[in-house]
């Protein structure tokens, strides 16, 4: 719900608890955790932060994880609707018959000039600038779309469906950041369907990651994990292996199901997940970015000390840090998500001021991305009652963490 942006998480938990018409005990039922439990959660006193647990909650409650987080519009609605959510459904959402303005009297964009800005799409989204990312978005769909519509059979048309494909992935995957899940699956499913029409596997595989990784931000944790294996088993034979670019999207595809595993709490389906990730990045032998996935070694790290967050394991996830130690040619969002992660493996440990310089130091890598972050605020906001450091109060001010 829009407008709770400000509201301390408990608080939150609190007004759709009463909504719904729980009593304290009930919800706790629900969540097989005691009246107290929700008690000291309510007041602040304990926090929620890991995602299985947030998720179990918002479905206790009926509503989405976006919706308890307060995750924040990132976005403003201009008059011309330029960088905005409704312009990008508009190009999205609408055919070419129905979408009016967004056609009328548009020249096709050709081939090489249309690769050139699904490329400036996907570096802006990794380097964490969103709102230039949405001011470009709805024109990179409009002319990716219009030009599979004027493409002629065979390989001129294959490359304008992997352009709209790619297009479509980039968008699902800011969306998601926004917390606009419905929106992000509906690009994630119109790039699948364009993806598929290709026959090329990389571009498959990259969309099947795409609707794994949307369904995860929808809390849809089970169908994640099997579009994950689907995805995998689906391959031609020996070709996660065939390139780096395969290596690349067949390591990604693999962490991400890792992280789906393990909201459902399987440890063990997370670790083997895990484990074929690092098989892929062992065989790549180095951090890259093919097809902007920012995968290598240290993104396996990276992940492997998120899914100890996610199991609640604070002592394997400190001794994981020494590991994370992003390189300089991982994008900017890799980076300030490792040292975001970083900060809250040393926040749950007692840390405060550990975890207070790593947040400062996500923050001034990515500010759209961590002030977009529920974690980065949460921990914000406790790091605050925890210290006196006038920094710490900026920071928490910074990411809209306090009232």
Request: aromatic share 6%; with cysteine.
């Amino acid at each position: 719900m829009r407008g709770m942006e400000h509201l301390p998480f408990g608080k939150r938990v609190r007004f759709y608890r009463e909504r719904r018409g729980l009593p304290q005990w009930q919800l706790g039922v629900l969540l097989n955790r005691s009246e107290d439990w929700v008690y000291r959660v309510e007041t602040g006193r304990i926090p929620v932060n890991n995602v299985k647990m947030l998720a179990d909650l918002a479905d206790a409650l009926r509503v989405h994880i976006e919706d308890l987080q307060g995750a924040p519009a990132l976005l403003d609605d201009h008059n011309d609707h330029r960088g905005s959510v409704p312009a990008i459904r508009a190009a999205l959402m609408q055919s070419r018959r129905l979408a009016g303005s967004l056609y009328d009297a548009r020249e096709p964009v050709r081939p090489a000039r249309l690769a050139v800005e699904v490329h400036e799409a996907w570096d802006l989204y990794q380097a964490s600038k969103y709102s230039e990312l949405a001011e470009r978005l709805p024109s990179v769909l409009v002319d990716t779309r219009l030009a599979v519509h004027e493409a002629s059979t065979g390989e001129e048309k294959e490359r304008c469906l992997t352009l709209f494909a790619l297009a479509c992935h980039a968008t699902g995957a800011l969306l998601r950041k926004l917390g606009e899940t419905d929106l992000a699956w509906a690009a994630a499913d119109q790039g699948d369907v364009a993806a598929s029409e290709t026959e090329d596997p990389a571009t498959m595989l990259a969309l099947r990651r795409c609707v794994a990784h949307v369904q995860l931000g929808a809390g849809m944790a089970a169908e994640a994990v099997g579009v994950t294996l689907d995805a995998a088993g689906n391959l031609p034979v020996g070709w996660w292996c065939s390139s780096p670019t395969a290596l690349s999207l067949y390591g990604t595809l693999f962490l991400n199901g890792a992280v789906a595993a393990a909201r459902l709490g399987d440890r063990g389906q997370a670790d083997d997940m895990l484990q074929e990730a690092q098989r892929a990045a062992d065989r790549l032998g180095t951090d890259a970015n093919e097809m902007w996935t920012g995968f290598g070694p240290m993104n396996v790290d990276i992940h492997r000390l998120d899914l100890a967050l996610e199991f609640g394991d604070v002592q394997l996830a400190v001794d994981s840090v020494p590991r994370v130690r992003p390189v300089r040619n991982l994008p900017t969002e890799r980076r300030a998500r490792a040292a975001l992660d970083v900060a809250r493996a040393y926040g749950e440990a007692g840390r405060t001021d550990d975890a207070a310089d790593h947040l400062k130091r996500a923050f001034k890598t990515a500010p759209e991305q961590i002030r977009a972050h529920a974690f980065a605020r949460d921990l914000a906001r406790r790091l605050h009652q925890r210290s006196r450091r006038r920094d710490v109060r900026e920071l928490a001010l910074s990411l809209n963490a306090l009232k």
